[in-house]
């Protein structure tokens, strides 16, 4: 199994809640458990232009690409851009794509990055630059890859981005279980949002994502599931509020990839955010949803995919 990660995801932030060292905390979990070798981290290549302009605007693309933001820009993205910052979001959306390749030929793509789904057509937001979910997606359709694809959005925050850049396309269903009163305060209606209240715990989360991820899965029949495996669920989350607990996070993450592989729908994962006061709350959750993937795998897909 490989992982797909990146360097360059790691960019200088300063104190900023976002902690981007995560993600080669995660890398280096996986590989002192022995879950993967240093060898099975794939490095993938940045999106070309022209894919990045199948869903943003060539303006929003030049801006980044080119360094021409503004500070209304930098504004909405909560960032403060710099050509690091630029390369790790450009380079994400093309770990996003090779996840989705390598779980259209194995049954799962493990993307140690991505699910930046606060980003729209012309414009960023909330840590967002490019929608590397929504590039993947329309990309795989026009090569024929895929027909149908289901976004399944677990993250605190509800996927404003991704569900206004799929409002119009009924071959995407985009399922969101996030915090009601949170950010962002305008939320674009996904094909089905679960908005809920501050405080909710591992119980009536579970209830609620066993009872409508299999009527979903079922009645949209995707090829190709996205699973914005978002840590700031959790219980110790600096931004948001709702209370998931480290089993609690294991339980979810099985329900979700053994509800798509007893289907035989693949998986491609994007880690999405994880604001704890500890980092490694953060690093723990992300890489459990790597380790519970990869024994779901095993389980319905055998050794070998």
């Known amino acids: 199994m490989r992982i797909i990660f990146s360097a360059k995801y790691e960019v200088d932030l300063g104190s900023h809640v976002f902690s981007t060292r995560k993600f080669k905390g995660v890398v280096e979990s996986l590989i002192r458990s022995g879950e993967i070798a240093a060898k099975d981290v794939a490095e993938p290549s940045p999106a070309s232009r022209k894919e990045l302009i199948l869903v943003h605007t060539d303006e929003w693309v030049s801006k980044i690409l080119d360094g021409k933001t503004t500070p209304w820009d930098e504004a909405m993205l909560e960032l403060p851009y710099s050509p690091d910052l630029a390369a790790a979001h450009h380079t994400a959306v093309g770990g996003t794509i090779l996840a989705c390749r390598e779980a259209l030929q194995t049954g799962l793509g493990l ?7 606060h980003a729209f057509a012309g414009h960023g937001e909330g840590f967002c630059v490019f929608n590397d979910m ?3 997606i329309v ?8 027909r149908k694809a289901l976004v399944v959005d677990l993250d605190v925050h509800q996927g404003n981005g991704t569900a206004s850049l799929f409002a119009q396309d009924s071959s995407v269903f985009t399922f969101s279980m996030h915090q009601q009163n949170l950010y962002p305060v305008f939320k674009p209606p996904s094909s ?4 809920l209240p501050e405080g909710t715990g591992d119980g ?5 994502l ?7 899965l079922d009645r949209h029949r995707p090829e190709l599931v996205l699973f914005q495996a978002g840590a700031d669920p959790y219980e110790k989350d600096l931004l948001g509020g709702l209370k998931i607990t480290l089993k609690g996070f294991e339980h979810r993450d099985e329900t979700v990839f053994s509800e798509c592989f007893r289907r035989k729908i693949p998986v491609a994962v994007t880690l999405g955010g994880g604001y704890a006061a500890n980092l490694q709350d953060t690093v723990f959750i992300h890489a459990q949803t790597c380790r519970v993937g ?9 050794q070998n995919g």
């Open 204 to 208: 009536e989360y579970l209830f609620i």
């Open 210 to 216: 066993r009872r409508e991820l299999p009527k979903i």
């Open 294 to 302: 990869m024994k779901q795998h095993r389980v319905f897909w055998g």
């Open 139 to 146: 990309l795989l359709q026009r090569e024929k890859k895929i």
């Open 192 to 195: 089905l949002d679960v908005n």
């Open 111 to 117: 993307h140690v990055g991505g699910g930046f789904h």
């Open 134 to 136: 929504a590039v993947a």
